[in-house]
């Protein structure tokens, strides 16, 4: 598995460091107000994980599963809900945990799919930005990192629903994805 990454682009200490940062700055800015975290899956599930540990206020957390890439590199266009929230999230603040913000459909899609249920609030966060692949505009409150248009694998991120427990996040080689 090593083997097909070209390059490390974010160490384990790297990605811990700035996910305390971000839990910090959420703790601060939602004390009081008994956030609901909706993480996306599958790709959030490490980030999610480690976040939450990092927030230290009441709140409750929720998942849901949406895919637009199948076993594709490239996004399909159409967002598919796979699994939906088991909470009702009126008059909540909804804080969506992504792992990567690419082309932007899937939040875009995302936000006006829960905003129609009234949600006192909707707040997106994400680890990774790459802003040069975006399609749709759309501003992110919380973002880890902003990173080059590559093919980045890891730390829950896949290609073909592998690599996803990679402990880091890394750059593919090319003849991977491009077989
Ligand atoms: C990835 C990622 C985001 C989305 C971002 O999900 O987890 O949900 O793509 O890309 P976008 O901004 O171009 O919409 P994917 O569809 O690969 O499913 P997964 O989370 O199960 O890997």
Redesign the pocket.
């Known amino acids: 598995m090593l083997n097909d990454i070209n390059s490390v682009l974010l160490t384990e200490d790297q990605i811990q460091k700035r996910i305390a940062e971000l839990g910090a700055e959420i703790t601060r800015d939602f004390e009081g107000k008994d956030p609901l975290f909706v993480g996306?899956?599958?790709?959030?599930f490490m980030f999610m994980a480690d976040l939450m540990r990092c927030v230290n206020i009441r709140c409750s957390v929720d998942f849901m599963?949406?895919?637009?890439?199948?076993n594709r590199s490239v996004?399909s266009g159409a967002?598919e809900i796979n699994k939906d929230l088991s909470e009702d999230i009126e008059n909540r603040h909804v804080i969506v945990v992504?792992?990567?913000?690419?082309?932007?459909?899937?939040?875009?899609?995302l936000v006006n799919y829960l905003g129609v249920r009234n949600p006192a609030s909707i707040t997106l966060v994400t680890l990774l930005d790459?802003p040069a692949?975006?399609?749709v505009p759309?501003k992110v409150d919380y973002a880890g990192f902003e990173i080059p248009d590559a093919f980045v694998v890891g730390y829950?991120?896949?290609y073909a629903?592998r690599y996803?427990n990679l402990p880091f996040i890394g750059i593919l080689k090319p003849e991977i994805y491009n077989d």
Do not use: M, Q
């Not at 996306?40 to 959030?44: I, N, P, R, T």
């Open positions: 996306v899956l599958k790709g959030c599963a949406v895919s637009s890439y199948g996004t967002v992504e792992d990567i913000l690419d082309s932007g459909l899937t939040l875009n899609y790459k692949r975006r399609r759309i829950g991120l896949d629903e996803r």
